[in-house]
């Protein structure tokens, strides 16, 4: 089931999220708003189950940390 939501940026956010969109090759910005979405769900879940999201080096992720893929 596909659902439509109406999300609302001033106009930082716009340009912040248009930053990104530039930088990962992303032409639609609805797409990354999807994936924002699907970050905060995967965080919900983790807070539910009791444990957190740290955030850390991007070199000590690969070696130590589980890997969110979005």
């Given at each position: 089931m596909d659902m439509q939501i109406t999300v609302r940026l001033n106009d930082n956010e716009l340009r912040e999220l248009d930053k990104i969109a530039k930088k990962e090759g992303i032409e639609n910005r609805s797409e990354i708003v999807r994936k924002c979405i699907k970050l905060y769900?995967?965080?919900?879940?983790?807070?539910?189950?009791?444990?957190?999201?740290?955030?850390?080096?991007?070199?000590?992720?690969?070696?130590?940390?589980?890997?969110?893929?979005?």
């Open positions: 769900l995967h965080v919900k879940v983790l807070e539910e189950q009791g444990k957190v999201l740290m955030l850390v080096p991007k070199e000590q992720a690969q070696n130590s940390a589980t890997q969110i893929l979005i």
